[in-house]
């Protein structure tokens, strides 16, 4: 179980509509203020919990490239997500929770973002280990910065009777759930509310992936504890409890 630190709700519920995932960037340099902020925001994070660890790396650009076709084009401003215990299910979904949580602060301070899973595809892990020094596991990564040509692209979720099919709340607390963005945008879970509580069932139950569906079920208990306005999760055998 854990309770979210009180700094990373703040304004976040507002940014979701003004959040969407961007893959090319700006040469344009982040301010030192800026960055400082997104170092408090890290260093909450850190501090907050010991199963994993947030790591921001700079002119990391390369680490972005391992294929001859560059996916993610223009970042050079990474963070990195370091595994430094095998608590499974929970630091999976905390790394989606905690790490939605810093998107959304990210969209706050003005900055665009996009959550990468495809290793050895969109970013090199191994390339990621030698620069930080770390044998552990880095499953995920986000680069981030200005991007260019910036409008928000909605991309199509999936509809309430299929990912929410006993539905009771509002449509709007409904929206802000299904708004999360979810690793090649297959939202691989259901939800539900019960006693002002919401319940997400990942549909595949197991961690032998870093990039399991606990962890796509963790990003979507960011955006439930946001529209319910609620602060605690906890993890039971078959799914995330938000209360
Ligand atoms: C855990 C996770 C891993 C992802 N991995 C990649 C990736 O490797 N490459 C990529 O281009 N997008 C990746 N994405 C971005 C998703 O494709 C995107 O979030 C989804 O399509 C929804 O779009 P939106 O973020 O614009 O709302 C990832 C997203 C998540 C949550």
């Not at 200005?146 to 979720?157: G, H, L, M, S």
């Not at 879970?189 to 796509?216: A, G, H, R, V």
């Amino acid at each position: 179980m854990f309770v979210v630190p009180d700094s990373l709700l703040l304004d976040a519920a507002q940014q979701i509509n003004n959040r969407c995932s961007w893959r090319r960037y700006t040469s344009a340099q982040i301010s030192q203020q800026l960055l400082e902020q997104l170092d408090d925001l890290i260093t909450i994070i850190n501090q907050y919990q010991q199963n994993f660890k947030i790591i921001r790396l700079t002119e990391a650009g390369n680490l972005l490239s391992p294929l001859y076709v560059q996916v993610i084009r223009g970042a050079t401003n990474v963070i990195v997500f370091e595994v430094l215990n095998e608590n499974r299910p929970l630091v999976d979904i905390q790394m989606g929770c905690l790490g939605e949580l810093l998107v959304l602060q990210m969209t706050r301070l003005g900055l665009s973002t996009v959550w990468l899973g495809g290793d050895k595809f969109c970013f090199s892990s191994s390339d990621i280990k030698k620069r930080v020094g770390t044998q552990n596991s880095i499953p995920i990564c986000i680069p981030f910065g200005y991007p260019v040509d910036p409008k928000v692209d909605i991309r199509k979720r999936k509809s309430k009777k299929d990912i929410a099919p006993e539905w009771t709340g509002s449509e709007e607390v409904f929206q802000l759930i299904n708004r999360a963005p979810s690793a090649v945008n297959k939202q691989p879970y259901q939800f539900q509310l019960k006693d002002n509580k919401i319940y997400i069932t990942p549909k595949d139950k197991s961690t032998n992936e870093y990039m399991s569906n606990w962890l796509d079920s963790g990003i979507a208990a960011s955006h439930a504890l946001l529209a319910m306005n609620l602060k605690q999760v906890s993890v039971a055998q078959n799914e995330v409890i938000i209360e």
